[in-house]
C-alpha cells in the first residue's frame, strides 16, 4: 500500500492528538516552527493546489520526539497492524486547569502518560483520581476511563463532571433535574454537591478503572 498525500498527515495528526497536542505544538515539541504542520502548509499554489509532504527530516524529529517508532507511524496512517490503543491520562489537577480541555470538550496539552484501551476511539481518555471522597470505590492514584460521548447519564451513574469554573469531579449521580444535578460521594465524610445544570461544563459516564 502506497503512503498517500492525505494518508500521511492524517497520521500525523493523529500523533499529535494521542500526544495530547494540537499540530502546531507537535511541530514544536519537535524544534519546527510551529506553522510547520498548519493546514495551510499543506498544499502549494496551483489549480488544483499542488500537494506538499513534511520533510524526511521533519518526520524523523517527530518520531524522536513523541518515542514513535516508523512501524507505529505507519499503523496510524493505516500502512500497517494498529498497535494497541492509548488515552490521554489527566490529573485531577491538570483536568481542573484551563487550557487541558478543547471546545469540543477532548483533552488536550503536553507531557501526559497514557492509558491502555482494548480498542481505539478518539472521545476516550482517562482520569487520574485524586483525594478520598470516593473510598472505597475509587482510591488515590486509581484510573477512570471516560468516554466524552456518553452523556446520556442518569440517576445513580459513576460520572466525571466539568464546571464551567474549571473544577472536575468524580461522583456518583444522586439525583438529576432539568435544573440541577446532585453529585454524591461514596465516601460519608463529603456531602453530597449540588449544582445547577448551567454551571456543568460537561459530565460523562465513567465506563471503567483500573486499581
Known amino acids: 500500500m502506497s503512503l498517500s498525500h492525505d494518508r500521511l498527515w492524517t497520521a500525523l495528526d493523529t500523533l499529535a492528538r494521542r500526544q495530547g497536542l494540537s499540530s502546531s505544538a507537535l511541530a514544536r515539541k519537535a524544534g519546527l516552527d510551529a506553522t510547520a504542520f498548519n493546514p495551510s502548509k499543506r498544499f502549494g499554489p496551483g489549480v488544483p493546489p ?3 509532504w513534511p520533510s524526511t527530516e521533519s518526520l524523523n524529529l517527530i518520531l524522536e520526539a513523541t518515542g514513535t517508532s516508523l512501524a507505529e507511524f505507519a499503523a496510524l496512517a493505516d500502512d500497517a497492524p494498529a498497535r494497541i490503543a492509548t488515552a490521554p491520562l489527566l490529573g485531577m489537577a491538570q483536568a481542573g486547569a484551563d487550557g487541558f480541555f478543547d471546545d469540543a470538550g477532548l483533552p488536550t496539552g503536553d507531557g501526559w502518560e497514557q492509558t491502555d484501551l482494548p480498542s481505539p476511539k478518539e472521545s476516550l481518555f482517562s482520569l487520574l483520581i485524586s483525594g ?19 452523556t446520556d447519564v442518569r440517576k ?16 456518583q449521580i444522586e439525583a438529576l433535574t432539568a435544573r440541577t444535578v446532585t453529585l454524591a460521594s461514596i465516601n460519608p465524610a463529603y456531602p453530597p454537591r449540588v ?17
Open 50 to 52: 499542488r500537494p506538499r
Open 156 to 171: 445513580g451513574d459513576r460520572v466525571v463532571a466539568r464546571t464551567r469554573s474549571g473544577e472536575t469531579l468524580a461522583k
Open 132 to 150: 478520598d471522597s470516593m473510598v472505597p470505590l475509587y482510591r488515590e492514584g486509581d484510573r477512570v476511563l471516560v468516554d466524552r460521548e456518553r
Open 195 to 211: 449544582l445547577a445544570r448551567a454551571d456543568v461544563d460537561w459530565m460523562a459516564r465513567i465506563l471503567w478503572v483500573s486499581q
